[in-house]
């Protein structure tokens, strides 16, 4: 079936580093990506969407790129700050499937003073 | 902003209680859905609803059951908790417009089950 998988489970930065938290997708017919940051206690928050005909979509100091061609995705984070402390995981709906998404199991990412 | 409030932050109940989870939204969205998030597993999807009195399963309903009476309200019901059914469980919504829209989530319960 479908799955979106991530990379690496865990990611430590230094703070004022760029940070690069990555997702694998399974299914061709996806055609939405979003990426969540959740911080402790809280629910998922949306960061940036990108729909299936760009290839890199631009946020504040977050920055989304999408290869089709390997079925990846990534997100990009400028200027890594402690605030940035969470997990991170993507979600992607497949083309038909409704308002239904499939979300991957997250990136924990910790940033080091 | 999109404001989805989920009626507990943290519940304990005992096995074999009859439990109810409760979910508001204030954005006029068609489209809720509930989920559990377990640690390595991801959200997980329980059942969802496109409007009111209608609902669908979702990938694990077992156990679990829903009401939508209201289009804001979206309540999760545990017919007889089972310890197996203590986790973090997360509510969301998205509008039905044009193209792909974005699901967004209360802060969760966590739920335990004694």
């Known amino acids: 079936g479908e799955s979106v998988g991530l990379h690496l489970p865990t990611l430590s930065v230094q703070e004022g580093d760029n940070s690069i938290i990555n997702c694998a997708y399974s299914?061709?017919?996806?055609?939405?990506f979003i990426w969540y940051k959740q911080e402790s206690g809280k629910g998922p928050q949306f960061i940036i969407d990108?729909?299936?005909?760009?290839d890199k979509r631009q946020g504040q100091r977050v920055t989304v790129l999408l290869n089709k061609t390997v079925k990846h995705l990534s997100l990009q984070i400028a200027a890594t700050q402690p605030g940035d402390s969470a997990v991170y995981f993507c979600?992607?709906?497949?083309?038909?499937?409704?308002?239904?998404?499939?979300f991957g199991p997250g990136t924990r990412l910790s940033v080091l003073p | 902003d999109v404001k989805v409030t989920q009626s507990s932050r943290y519940l304990v109940k005992r096995t074999g209680e009859k439990v109810f989870l409760e979910c508001v939204q204030d954005m006029d969205h068609e489209n809720m859905f509930w989920y559990r998030q377990d640690p390595g597993l991801g959200l997980r999807l329980i059942y969802f609803?496109?409007?009111?009195?209608?609902?669908e399963k979702g990938d694990i309903p077992e156990g679990y059951s829903v009401s939508r009476e209201k289009k804001e309200r979206f309540s999760l019901i545990l017919e007889s908790a089972s310890t197996n059914q203590t986790s973090m469980y997360l509510c969301?919504?998205?509008?039905?417009?044009?193209?792909?829209?974005?699901?967004?989530f209360g802060d969760g319960t966590r739920l335990s089950i004694l």
């Open positions: 299914n061709s017919a996806s055609d939405y």
């Open positions: 609803s496109y409007d009111v009195k209608m609902k």
């Open positions: 979600a992607e709906n497949v083309r038909n499937y409704g308002q239904n998404f499939v």
């Open positions: 990108i729909r299936s005909n760009m």
């Open positions: 969301a919504s998205s509008s039905t417009g044009t193209g792909n829209q974005p699901q967004h």
